[in-house]
C-alpha cells in the first residue's frame, strides 16, 4: 500500500520542535528507563544465578541456563540503548540538514531569479 501525501503528511512528525522533543523524550525518559530497568534485571539475575548456583558441588542447571538467558537480554538491551542514540542524534541533526539544504536551495534559486531583471 502506497500512502501518499493526504494520508501521510498529517502523521510525519517534521517539524523541528517536534523532532526536538522527541530526541528530548528519548535523552530524558526513555534511555534512562531502558538503563534503570537493565540495572534492575542485572540485579535480580545475579541474585537468582546464585541462589541456584553449585553449593557444595551440587547446583542447578538453571544457574547456567539463567546466566546464557542473561548474556542474550544483555546483548539485546546494549543494541537498543545504541539504537536509541543513534535515533536521538538522527532526530537533532535531520533539522540542520534539511534547513541547510533548504537555504541552500534558496540561495541558489534566488541568484538565479529572473525578476532581478524588473
Known amino acids: 500500500?502506497?500512502?501518499?501525501p493526504a494520508q501521510g503528511q498529517?502523521?510525519?512528525a517534521s517539524s523541528p520542535a517536534r523532532k526536538r522533543?522527541?530526541?528530548r523524550a528519548i535523552e530524558n525518559h526513555i534511555?534512562?528507563?531502558t538503563r534503570r530497568s537493565g540495572e534492575w534485571a542485572d540485579e535480580n539475575t545475579g541474585a537468582a544465578v546464585r541462589a541456584f548456583d553449585a553449593k557444595d558441588g551440587h547446583g542447578w542447571v538453571t544457574s547456567t541456563s539463567l546466566k546464557k538467558a542473561h548474556k542474550a537480554?544483555?546483548?539485546q538491551?546494549?543494541?537498543l540503548m545504541n539504537r536509541l542514540s543513534s535515533e536521538k542524534v538522527s532526530l537533532r541533526a535531520t533539522t540542520a540538514l534539511l534547513q541547510g539544504t533548504d537555504f541552500g536551495v534558496g540561495a541558489h534559486v534566488r541568484t538565479s531569479s529572473s525578476l532581478d531583471r524588473y
Open 1 to 4: 500500500m502506497v500512502i501518499g
Open 10 to 12: 498529517q502523521d510525519l
Open 21 to 23: 522533543a522527541a530526541a
Open 31 to 33: 534511555e534512562p528507563d
Open 73 to 75: 537480554w544483555e546483548d
Open 77 to 79: 538491551v546494549k543494541a
